[in-house]
């Protein structure tokens, strides 16, 4: 069965940093595209940062600088490596795994808080 399963997330303070992981099962992982999005309070879900099955990357304009997105496809896992953290950056994250329209998972979410 199908399932992606995201952890790293937490509480952390303005300026500091968090990697994210998100372990994928039960598909060809190699071949999927891997995103993280995110959905803050109030807010429609928005894209953060997307790699392609051969490693082409692209980020969200409000990270861009920040965040890394990076994918280890021995060890079948997406990696989100945010750094200089803002309140702004608050939200629950969210590991896709994109084929086509048939073939597109989600995990369950993270918690993202950033506060002093």
């Known amino acids: 069965q199908e399932q992606l399963v995201e952890s790293g997330g937490g509480l952390v303070q303005p300026g500091g940093s968090l990697r994210l992981s998100c372990a994928a099962s039960?598909?060809?992982?190699?071949?999927?595209?891997m995103g993280w999005y995110r959905r803050a309070p109030g807010k429609q879900r928005e894209l953060v940062a997307r790699i392609s099955s051969d490693g082409n990357t692209n980020y969200a304009e409000s990270v861009k600088g920040r965040f890394t997105i990076s994918r280890e496809n021995a060890k079948n896992t997406v990696y989100l490596l945010m750094s200089s953290l803002k309140p702004e950056d608050t939200a629950v994250y969210y590991c896709?795994?994109?084929?086509?329209?048939?073939?597109?998972?989600w995990g369950q979410g993270t918690q993202v808080t950033v506060s002093s």
């Open positions: 896709n795994a994109y084929r086509d329209a048939d073939l597109d998972y």
């Open positions: 039960g598909i060809f992982f190699r071949v999927y595209a």
